[in-house]
């Protein structure tokens, strides 16, 4: 893996988690150990790399992931809160959701809902 897709993806998880860049390895690595660390750094350094989708647009594919996989709550609230950093509102977050409540089930949807309306309180 290219030094600069390291980069990015400590940059991108730095923007998620909100730490310094110097902090992501060994947190993720505490936390996952440092193979799964390693790997999904690198991934990160590929995904969230800004060439045809935008942040914001990203933001809401992975939002939309994450409500359909449902029971990843904790996952979810760390991305609606990263979509809002990259200029999705409320009301478009909502939008989604109860677009996707007609595809994934509302279960899904209506956690999913809860978890918009608390972190954009």
């Known amino acids: 893996m290219s030094d600069e897709r390291w980069q990015r993806g400590l940059a991108a998880y730095a923007s998620q988690f909100a730490i310094d860049e110097k902090d992501v390895f060994p947190q993720m690595s505490a936390a ?7 790997e ?4 990160a350094g590929g995904a969230w790399k800004d060439d045809e989708l935008s942040l914001r647009d990203r933001s809401l594919v992975v939002v939309a992931a994450l409500v359909a996989q449902g029971g990843v709550e904790s996952r979810l609230r760390t ?8 200029g999705c509102t409320r009301a478009q977050l909502e939008a989604v959701v109860t677009l996707l409540a007609v ?6 949807a209506s956690v999913a809902l809860e978890v ?5 309180g």
Do not use: K, M, Q, S
């Open 32 to 38: 996952f150990g440092e193979r799964f660390a390693t």
């Open 40 to 43: 999904a750094i690198n991934a």
């Open 79 to 86: 991305h609606i809160r990263w979509a809002i950093e990259h």
């Open 103 to 108: 595809y994934v089930g509302y279960p899904r």
């Open 116 to 120: 918009v309306r608390e972190e954009d």
